[in-house]
C-alpha cells in the first residue's frame, strides 16, 4: 500500500479514536444478564477498569492506540466474565472450582489479547509485575484439571 494512502488511514484513525472512546462504556441496563444491575456496581467496575488501564499506561509507557485496546479488552473481557459467573450463580452452582475455572478462562483471554497489544518490552515488564506468575498458576490449574477428568 502507497505511504500516502497509509498516512490517511492513520491520520483518520486518531480523529476517530475520541469518538470510540466515548461511545466505549456500553450501556448494558436492558441486558437481562446484566451483573450490574445497581448503578454504584457499575460505577465500581468501570472505576476499577479505569484504574488498571491507568496503572497499565504509567508503567508500560503506553501509546495511545494500546490504551485504547487495553481499556477495551478489560471492559468487554471482564463484563464477560460477570455475565458468565452471574448466569452460574443464578443456576446455583456450588462447585467453587467451576466458577475459579471461568475466572482462568476470561484472565487467560485477556492474557492473549494483552500480547497482541503490548510490545516485547513492555510484555516482559507486565510478567514481571504478576502476570507471569498468574499465568503460572492458571496452566497448574489446568493441567490439574486435565489430570482429573
Not at 460505577?43 to 495511545?64: G, P
Not at 443456576?91 to 482462568?104: E, F, H, L, S
Amino acid at each position: 500500500m502507497d505511504n500516502k494512502y497509509m498516512k490517511f488511514f492513520a491520520t483518520l484513525a486518531i480523529m476517530l479514536l475520541p469518538l470510540c472512546a466515548s461511545a466505549q462504556q456500553l450501556d448494558h441496563s436492558n441486558d437481562e444478564n446484566n451483573p450490574l444491575k445497581k448503578p454504584e456496581d457499575e460505577k465500581k467496575f468501570y472505576e476499577s477498569i479505569e484504574t488498571t488501564v491507568e496503572r497499565y499506561t504509567e508503567l508500560f509507557n503506553l501509546e495511545d492506540w494500546q490504551v485504547f485496546m487495553v481499556d477495551s479488552i478489560l471492559q468487554h473481557d471482564n463484563y464477560a466474565m460477570l455475565v458468565e459467573i452471574n448466569n452460574l450463580s443464578k443456576a446455583k452452582v456450588g462447585n467453587t472450582d467451576i466458577y475459579v475455572q471461568c475466572r482462568d478462562k476470561w484472565d487467560e483471554q485477556m492474557y492473549t489479547a494483552f500480547r497482541k497489544v503490548f510490545n516485547d518490552a513492555q510484555w516482559e515488564k507486565f510478567l514481571k509485575n504478576g502476570a507471569g506468575r498468574e499465568k503460572k498458576n492458571r496452566d497448574k490449574r489446568a493441567e490439574k484439571r486435565e489430570k482429573n477428568k
